[in-house]
């Protein structure tokens, strides 16, 4: 697995670089924005460690450019701590947010979470189909069509709809999403939630504000709202 790693202080690239060279993972290292999209387009990366602040080109900006053509995990690490900076970095299509300073051994744990969660190395022809083939998912191939177009969803977009889908009654609290999905205790709160289900709405509902497929259930969480075609798996 090769993994990027983009910050601008070289004791935090020697540091991560270290602990990861010890789970056996190929890593590669850029100092700054322009370095890092010339070492994502060289080295096509299975995952990103991103610095938010940057000498040159933001890790905002830089997430965006990399969002337009690929799904690749992103986890964030960076010394803005605030809420609203933590949901604007996952609304951009980040899949997990670090705050400086971390611990090594977390980043790890992160890294390996977010790296199960999108490994699609298996491939079977299982099918999830959902009211006429309006939505369709392939769990182990992690694709996802809406109207027959395939949507590129993030990793954490797609294990938070593939549990959704999986249990259409059940309401999973926002509590109990973070959980499943994270596999980690996350400090934050329940709005990283509700920006991964913004982001998902966006992707596979035909009006966001009257969303069909994933549910609010005030008070309590959300819930799949689709109708399982009885004609596939």
Known sequence: MKIL???DEPKILDIVEAYLTIKRFQVFRASNGTEAMEKFEMVQPNLIVLDLMLPDISGTVICQKIRKTSDVPIIMLTAKSTE????NGLQIGADDYIVKPFSPKELV?????????SDSSVVTETKWSFDKGNLVI???NKQVFKNQKEVILTPTEFELLTLLASYPKKIFSREQLLENVKGLEF???DRIID??????R???EDNTRQPYFILTVYGMGYRFGGKKDESYN
């Open 5 to 7: 790693i983009v910050d």
């Open 84 to 87: 609203n900076d933590i949901l």
């Open 109 to 117: 744990a992160r890294v390996e979470t977010v790296l199960r969660r």
């Open 138 to 140: 392939y769990p182990e």
């Open 187 to 189: 400090d934050v709160l």
């Open 195 to 200: 920006s991964h289900i913004k982001n998902l």
């Open 202 to 204: 966006q992707k596979i």
